[in-house]
């Protein structure tokens, strides 16, 4: 019999079909084709096929040519040094701005395999960003979330298991079965890291709710539980078949309703202030449709923050047969490499932000990622991704959003900001960073650590598209300004100066810049931050490596000026004051050493029992299949229409597919 989670693929595919919609479906535990053979791709051959694990793809796109004509190389930046003299400026911002969302299938193989069985690298990463801004947040839920459901102990001591479902029903969803020691393992990371965390409480039944995962987050996390997500896109439930076709926004309003009063009854939690909705997808639903239903002022004392999850496209035509033509990856890649396009892919958001901040509710991004799907070969995991993550990250901070969580899926997707190896080559083999990574810590290191910072985008160069930027302002005043080239042209040609000065103040007679650089767009891992980098595939294991270079820029104090060049692709920190360089450039990081060879583990300063190295897991859980691909707003509007032909297609080639999966 075909694993359940199969089944599920199939029927998720069928009901996508039989709706009428691709945009949103939710698969697991599929593989990718991986067959791209874009013929302009430098690395590949013209009909080169790539059939292995899609985070490992080689494909790299070539840049896009430069606009003709070229955006200016010189021009001026006037900002004020005071805040009190800008309009427009964000809501007070932390450096943790960007997060993490791991689905819940997977934190097994991404955090550690039980709590005395941790990643180091994961550790190591944390430890980065911690080390910045104090803490990171980080969501464990997804598509799965809805279906856990907590036991005692599982067979040969596993911490998760996905459970088959006897009837082989397709329209059933696989049963996330785990133990409370996934709670161990999170609250472990947090005895090393200053982790916080948001879980999911399971939707699918509200006669029957399962609070458990409440009980035992609130018991064995205490203050390193920041939330609980009631509903996971519950805009799709409908469509999904999770729900009657009828159920709309008042009946989400209702069932948020019954989770509210339950935990307000249930001894075993004593809070029940820090939930957070509606976590739609902007599907079905505009949130507006929402907060229509009154769900703000009625929940206001249950509700932490409101949510949403979004991704700006999707790539999956390219994974699944029946869902129209394939987007030529090279041909979408110019679309992530301009300022609008962050920009555009919120705009719908900044009614919602304003009406949570007249509520006094923080909103945030729950899911999100470059393409739902499993983001796009040579896109979502090139450099050109890391610029946009960045520009996407930071308009998101200007629109009033305060946390956005960028999802972590398998090794069956092409956008996670870090992959843990294959289980088969883990005695040898380390982690591989993804460019994203770079974007986080950027971001963090552009907010800092205090709580404060308010950020404004610049409309640089008459709004240029290709050369924006923005002003970071922490404790009321100028701290730093961020500058980005989202072209290449390794002449030099089209690198930019960009002469700061200040409309209320002199500009100091030095400042420090940090780069954020490759050699092109299409790079996969010749990515550095202030000249130190994460490793290529592989290479990794959550320390940085190389010497920090932090350039300094003297300035014309007399022309009130300072001349900052920005390499095309680049992109530049300018540390306005030395609070603000020294805020974001930690003198020490935690780190937690392991040798993949010898499988010592030099652990300094921590709990020796808590560590293991990040190598050695059994070969049992060798699939990292199962993850959520989350799901787009891009193809609301035009949504593809498989015909039943071509579904017959996709029910054979997802049978195919379980073969080579269920080993
Ligand atoms: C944790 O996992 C490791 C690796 O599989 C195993 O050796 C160890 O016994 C496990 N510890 C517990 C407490 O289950
Ligand atoms: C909800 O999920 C649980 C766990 O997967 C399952 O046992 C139960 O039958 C589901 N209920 C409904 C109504 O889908
Ligand atoms: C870490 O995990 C071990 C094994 O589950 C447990 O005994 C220990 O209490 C945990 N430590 C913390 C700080 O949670
Ligand atoms: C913002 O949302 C509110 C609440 O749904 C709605 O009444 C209002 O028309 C919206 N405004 C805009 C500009 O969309
Ligand atoms: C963000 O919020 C501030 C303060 O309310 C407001 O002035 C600003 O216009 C908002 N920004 C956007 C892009 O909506
Ligand atoms: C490891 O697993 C991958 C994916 O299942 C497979 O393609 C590869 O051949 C395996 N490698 C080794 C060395 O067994
Ligand atoms: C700025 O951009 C606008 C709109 O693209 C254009 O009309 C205007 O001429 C530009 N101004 C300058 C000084 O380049
Ligand atoms: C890495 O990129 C830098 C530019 O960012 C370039 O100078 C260097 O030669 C590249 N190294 C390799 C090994 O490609
Ligand atoms: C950048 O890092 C490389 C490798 O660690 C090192 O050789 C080089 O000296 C560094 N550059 C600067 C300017 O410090
Ligand atoms: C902001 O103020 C805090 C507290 O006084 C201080 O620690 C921090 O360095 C300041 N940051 C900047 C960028 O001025």
Known sequence: ???????????????????????????????????????????????????????????????????????????????????????????????????????????????????????????????????????????????????????????????IEKQQIPSGNPTDTPTLLMTPEILYILSNVSSLVDVKWYLGIPLNDTTNLRLQIAEYGESILGNNLLGLQVGNEPDLY????????????????????????????????????????????????????????????????????????????????AL?????????????????????????????????????????????????????????????????????????????????????LLHVGGQNVYYNPFTPPPTNQSTYHQWTIGPIFYSVMAVAEALGPTNTAQIIDLFASNNSDQTPGYAIYENGSLARVALFNYMTDPSGANDYVATISMADAAVPAQVQVKYLLAPSVGEHYNITWANQTFGGQFGADGRLQGTEYIQTVNCDTSSNGCQIRVPAPGFALVFLTNNALKESTPTSTATFSTTAYTKTINTASVDVSALATSNGRSGKDAQLGSTSHGSSGAGRAAGVYPSMAGLAVVLVAVTTVMKVISR
């Open 1 to 159: 019999m075909p694993p359940v989670s199969i089944l599920f693929a199939a029927w998720a595919l069928a009901a996508a079909a039989l709706n009428g919609v691709h945009a949103w479906v939710t698969v697991y535990s599929q593989q990718p084709l991986g067959a791209y053979s874009t013929s302009s791709a430098t690395s590949t051959a013209p009909g080169t096929i790539y059939t292995g694990l899609a985070v490992y793809d080689p494909l790299v796109l070539n840049p896009p040519p430069i606009p003709s004509p070229p955006p200016a190389t010189q021009f001026g930046i006037t900002v004020q040094n005071n805040a009190a003299n800008v309009v427009g400026m964000s809501i007070p911002l932390n450096g943790n701005f960007y997060g993490f969302s791991i689905e819940m299938s997977v934190v097994t193989q991404v955090l550690g395999l039980n709590a005395s069985f941790l990643q180091v690298p994961f550790l190591n990463l944390m430890s980065q960003l911690a080390s910045r801004v104090g803490s990171v947040h980080i969501r464990i839920g997804g598509n799965t979330q809805d279906y856990a459901t907590i036991v005692p102990s599982l067979a040969d001591g596993k911490a």
């Open 238 to 317: 409908a469509r999904h078949g999770h729900r009657p076709s009828t159920y709309g926004p008042y009946d989400y309003f209702g069932e948020f309703g019954q989770v509210a009063l339950a935990l307000e009854n249930d001894h075993g939690v004593s809070v029940s202030n820090n939930l957070i909705g509606p976590s739609v997808a902007t599907g079905d639903w505009r949130p507006e449709d929402v907060w229509d239903t009154g769900f703000i002022s009625a929940y206001t004392n249950n509700l932490l923050a409101l949510s949403v999850e979004h991704y700006p496209d999707d790539n999956c035509a």
């Open 320 to 404: 699944y047969q029946g869902f129209g033509t394939p987007k030529d990856p090279q041909a979408e890649f110019a679309n992530f490499l301009v300022h609008s396009s962050g920009r555009n892919a919120i705009a719908y958001l900044l009614n919602s932000t304003a009406i949570a901040q007249q509520a006094g509710k923080p909103f945030i991004m729950f899911e999100t990622n470059t393409a739902s799907c499993g983001g796009f070969p040579g896109i979502s995991d090139s450099f050109g991704a890391a610029l946009w993550a960045l520009d996407y990250g930071l308009q998101m901070a200007y629109s009033n959003i305060s946390h956005a």
